[in-house]
């Protein structure tokens, strides 16, 4: 019984092997391919006439030009290890092996080794009744093939951290995640990441679990290799961090750890090209104090305990301070004159506070406000501001907008309070109106008149598209010149650039929900609606193959579309709240058009 799992795990383990050899072979054959088709194209020269040989003489020049113009090959090293680091997905890093010979090589050479314990613990989660009897069996059973699994795990990191000491090949990052950890794998994650350490590694990714006080301490290795530039620790205890000697660090993370003042100071200290750092979730601290010129971004997220917070970096462009159910940390951003990108989500946050931050921030670009539920009265006052969102601040009554340079603006909310707002220099908007009701409060219902009004100052000449999704129906609107929005509780709105292409557009909305209704608002001369239908229509019938390598989960919204019919709506037996609702508007616009949409499940896919 234990071998047959083991052969499954040995082909899918050595699938990299498998994808290499079919590619060589492709290579082969092609370059086959070609050998064979100049040589037949040259039997054919010689039988064919004085001007079709000259045409086919210059056409086999320009192929053999081309072949040895093959620039993206000429890239620099570097250039193409940038390229497959941005790559996120590993089969497209794979398949640029087939570009060229130089490209396979590179790709063969450029090491990014991801274990992750919990894609070897992947099952389908299935819910049954049974008995007592009956479930404790298959649970011994269940948690014996899970013993299984995670010994499969542990001996593939094994073998493979083995081959790259018999290759000797650098390795470029490294990235672990455990889903459990004990005393047990101390020795052997230490082995693992001591491997990892003497390979030139650049990128180092833990993830560690703990439990019942039980952590794996980051051995001393990892405070030496001074070829890091970027530590992402996850769960892991530090120690002392005595002697380090990280001196290329560049980025790092440091994710649900308990860390003193003094461990941070140290890193900083030792560590002068950090530009990157970002604490979430952390215990321990309770001041926190970052001075360095190389600081770029800073986020700080749920430390529980912290009180204090000062960031003394000239050069900082963007601040991320997340907060929950502690008390209002003080924060102090006054030397950070750069700032560009400002992200607040503090429920605690008063009008004062949040005034106070924005006055040092001469050159911002960026703010986001989410959760700041104390938020009641506030003033955005930044002529450089280009990005502007508030999320789910319930409390927030008036908000008093002076920002001429605004492209983008998100709002999440239960009511208008913008109203003295001017957006006619928007290219992009989002409003979701949220039904909530703040305790002790009587004005919290949503005006749909200071809505319209609101809509009216956009500027129609910019052709911009108003899109309007309910939970079931959208309505898409060709310009903001004639404006449906219907009257119910929640509902969103968002206002997109005229350059979007439909293609986009749908993709957008349809991708991962299926609308049972779209109702497209136009002008009476315009063939938009017909090309919404033409778009959804086309490719019913028809055996798709736009993504033939996706999952289910992956797919576009084509393979779910089974039809889309234009619903009259005068002759319609079709009864709804919503359609009624069309109805009884349809003569406040120009031209409504309503398609019906009927969708495949994705269980059936």
Not at 336 to 344: Q, Y
């Amino acid at each position: 019984m234990t071998k047959q799992p083991s052969t499954r795990s040995e082909k899918k383990f050595f699938v990299k092997d498998e994808l290499a050899d079919l590619i060589q072979s492709t290579s082969q054959a092609l370059n086959h391919h070609r050998k064979r088709k100049r040589k037949d194209s040259n039997l054919i020269v010689d039988s064919a006439s004085p001007k079709t040989k000259q045409n086919r003489t210059e056409l086999k020049a320009m192929d053999q030009s081309s072949d040895s113009t093959d620039l993206i090959s000429q890239f620099p090293e570097h250039i193409i290890h940038h390229i497959l680091s941005l790559l996120r997905c590993k089969k497209d890093a794979a398949r640029t092996s087939i570009l060229s010979k130089r490209w396979r090589d590179i790709w063969a050479s450029y090491l990014t080794l991801d274990f992750d314990q919990r894609k070897f613990q992947k099952q389908k989660k299935q819910l049954y009744f049974y008995s007592k009897r009956r479930y404790r069996r298959i649970k011994k059973r269940k948690d014996e093939e899970m013993k299984m699994k995670n010994e499969i795990f542990l001996n593939f990191v094994d073998e493979t951290l083995q081959s790259r000491i018999e290759e000797k090949s650098s390795i470029r990052k490294f990235m672990l995640h455990l889903t459990s950890y004990n005393l047990e794998l101390s020795d052997r994650v230490d082995q693992w990441i001591g491997i990892t350490t003497k390979s030139n590694i650049q990128e180092l990714d833990l993830h560690i679990p703990t439990k019942k006080n039980i952590s794996y301490c980051l051995p001393q290795t990892v405070f030496a290799a001074n070829t890091l530039t970027a530590l992402r620790i996850s769960g892991c205890n530090l120690g002392a961090c005595a002697y380090i000697n990280m001196s290329n660090l560049q980025k790092l993370y440091i994710k649900k750890v308990h860390i003193d003042e003094e461990s941070i100071q140290n890193l900083i200290l030792a560590c002068p090209l950090i530009d990157d750092m970002r604490l979430i979730y952390c215990s321990g601290l309770k001041t926190l104090l970052l001075s360095s010129n190389r600081l770029n971004r800073v986020d700080i997220h749920c430390c529980h305990g912290l009180k204090k917070v000062e960031v003394k970096s000239p050069s900082l462009q963007s601040f991320w301070y997340q907060r929950k159910r502690s008390r209002c940390s003080k924060i102090n951003l006054a030397m950070c004159k750069s700032l560009k990108s400002l992200t607040l989500e503090d429920s605690k946050m008063t009008d004062d506070l949040f005034q106070n931050h924005l006055s040092n921030f001469p050159v911002l670009e960026q703010l986001i406000l989410s959760k700041c539920n104390a938020l009641r009265c506030i003033t955005i006052s930044c002529h450089q501001l280009k990005t502007l969102a508030l999320r789910g601040c319930r409390g927030l009554r008036e908000a008093d907008i002076d920002t001429p340079n605004l492209l983008s603006f998100e709002y999440k909310g239960p009511k208008v309070p913008f109203s003295s707002f001017d957006p006619s220099g928007l290219r992009e908007a989002k409003l979701h109106i949220e039904p909530y009701r703040l305790p002790n409060d009587v004005d919290s219902g949503f005006s749909f008149d200071k809505l319209q009004t609101f809509l009216r100052k956009f500027d129609c000449s910019k052709g911009l598209k108003l899109i309007v999704r309910t939970k079931e129906d959208i309505i898409l609107h060709e310009d903001l010149r004639n404006i449906l929005v219907p009257q119910v509780v929640d509902f969103k709105l968002e206002i997109i650039k005229s350059s979007t292409s439909l293609e986009d557009i749908l993709d957008n909305l349809l991708r991962t929900w299926h609308p049972y209704t779209l109702s497209i608002v136009s002008s009476t001369t315009s063939d938009f609606p017909e090309q919404v239908y033409k778009k959804m229509a086309d490719d019913r019938g028809v055996e798709l193959s736009c993504c033939k390598y996706n999952s289910v989960n992956n797919k576009c919204w084509k393979h779910f579309l089974v039809k889309a019919n234009i619903e009259n709506l005068g002759d319609t037996e079709i009864e709804s709240d919503w359609i009624t609702w069309l109805k009884s508007s349809a003569s406040m616009v120009n031209r409504l058009t309503c398609l019906r949409l009927t969708w495949k499940c994705r269980d059936n896919i």
